[in-house]
């Protein structure tokens, strides 16, 4: 992804319930509503953003209520346990499969080279 625009604010939804923040906070200590926190709900332990312009990658892994995120290389958090859904949720049914959001909601944000890779339980 990529904040051409230092006052953009985006998200990305995991299964309609959780959003892991994107935020234009590049050098900032970080926070609850900063890049890479699971919105209100899990802090980073870095705030691993780059300058607005540069594309950056995140690599985020939900299992269950488990989620594994790691922002330009530097893992944020590691099967951190979600508490409860964040504003961004429409489907209250934790248990269930649910949708991968796209949120644009301040400013420009870019997209690009998404794979998602289905999780499956080893018998």
Do not use: C
Request: proline share 7%; net charge neutral; no cysteine.
């Amino acid at each position: 992804m990529r904040l051409p625009d230092v006052r953009s604010n985006s998200g990305i939804g995991l299964r309609g319930r959780y959003e892991v923040q994107i935020i234009s906070d590049y050098g900032r200590p970080p926070g609850m509503h900063g890049t890479g926190a699971l919105y209100t709900r899990i802090l980073p332990r870095v705030n691993a953003s780059k300058k607005p312009g540069e594309w950056q990658t995140f690599d985020i892994r939900l299992a269950g209520r488990e989620v594994t995120t790691v922002l330009n290389g530097e893992k944020l958090y590691e099967k951190g346990v979600i508490d409860g859904l964040t504003g961004i949720a429409f489907d209250p049914y934790e248990d269930q499969p649910g949708a991968i959001e796209l949120q644009g909601d301040h400013g420009p944000v870019e997209f690009r080279n998404l794979i998602l890779t289905p999780l499956t339980k080893s018998k």
